[in-house]
């Protein structure tokens, strides 16, 4: 079967894309590598999404998913490996292989490492990328977390509750992140922030046990929660040449790709606003956009 339109990845911009499409009677399936509502599951608080004044991220995902299922929404959880562009397009998973006259990747971005030494080793064993999923581990325990844009202050305020002591470990001696979200860290009791400072060695082999601040402090912290930004997941686009040097996708006005067909929406794309609201409404756009040249057969 030739799909109309497949969406690769389920967050809030894929999930956008697909209410609209299938509300305007297109053929869409949609397909995810992991857990539909993707970042979204790894965001503690949402206090700035319409509607809704303080929510966490899993709970926006799991009613983001309940719409897609009430509309019947087709989708499947598989990892896409490539895209072939051209009149109908291909797109690869591991063992299958889906066709549509249209595409929207909304495939989000992942994690930053910091790039230490035995950092990939010590993932979940004392390092982790999601204060929601592996905070309550350490109740009791000191932990660090080092970024200064608005995860890592947002983070380190949900985890300073859970936790005896956070060190937030900042770079630079002044903060990215919103004022309000600096000023309700600085208020914890249990939160020391080390500025111009950065974390030089991680210590433990088979778990963390401690990390080296500035190549001569030690801190004896349980876990080294890593906040320092994001980068867009897009290992299965380097055929088709639409990314920049960072793999960031370039879209043009209506999200559409250089490949005729391929539009990209959400944290993917090279944009100014990361948001979750930025992310759904681009993806409206771009199912719109396609149900317009479906229904005009272009
Ligand atoms: P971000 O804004 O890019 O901040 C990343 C932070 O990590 C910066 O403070 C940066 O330091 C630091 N950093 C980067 N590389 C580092 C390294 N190798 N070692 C140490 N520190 C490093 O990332 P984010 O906080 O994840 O936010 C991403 C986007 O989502 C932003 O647009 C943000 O506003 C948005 N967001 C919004 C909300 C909200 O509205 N409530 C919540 C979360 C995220 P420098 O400052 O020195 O560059």
């Known amino acids: 079967m030739v799909y109309d339109l ?22 869409v399936l949609c397909l995810e590598a ?16 319409l509607g809704f004044p303080h929510t966490t991220g899993p709970e926006l995902a799991a009613l983001l998913f309940e719409q897609i299922r009430k509309l019947e929404i087709p989708f499947k959880i598989k990892k896409v490996t490539w895209i072939e562009g051209g009149e109908t397009k291909k797109v690869h998973c591991d063992n299958e292989v889906f066709e549509s006259k249209y595409v929207i990747i909304a495939s989000g971005r992942k994690a930053r490492k910091l790039g230490l030494k035995n950092e990939a080793n ?16 350490y109740k009791g325990k000191d932990v660090a977390v080092v970024g200064g844009g608005n995860s890592a202050i947002e983070e380190a305020i949900y985890i300073a509750k859970l936790v005896n002591k956070v060190y937030l470990i900042h770079r630079r001696d002044e903060f990215r992140a919103d004022e309000k979200l600096v000023e ?20 433990g082999t088979e778990k963390l046990e401690g990390i080296i601040v500035n190549g001569e402090r030690k801190l004896d912290v349980a ?48 944009k100014k606003v990361y948001q979750i609201v930025t992310a759904a409404s681009e993806g409206a756009v771009a199912a719109l956009e396609v149900v317009k040249r479906v229904k005009n057969n272009n």
């Open 223 to 270: 876990c080294l929660f890593t906040y320092v930004g994001y980068e867009p997941q897009g290992d299965f686009l380097s055929d088709l040449e639409i990314t920049d040097e960072k793999g960031y996708i370039l879209v043009d006005d209506n999200y559409q790709t250089k490949e005729d067909g391929i539009y990209a929406v959400g944290d993917a794309i090279l």
């Open 6 to 27: 497949i969406i690769v990845g389920l967050g809030p911009a894929g999930a956008g894309a697909a209410i609209y499409a299938k509300r305007s009677g297109l053929n």
């Open 122 to 137: 010590l993932v979940n064993k004392g390092i982790s990328y999601c204060a929601i999923c592996d905070a309550a581990l």
């Open 34 to 49: 992991e857990a539909p509502g993707g970042l979204l599951n790894r965001i503690n608080t949402v206090d700035n999404y």
């Open 184 to 203: 309700e860290l600085k208020k914890l009791p249990n939160v020391e922030i080390l500025y111009n400072s950065n974390v030089t060695e991680l210590i």
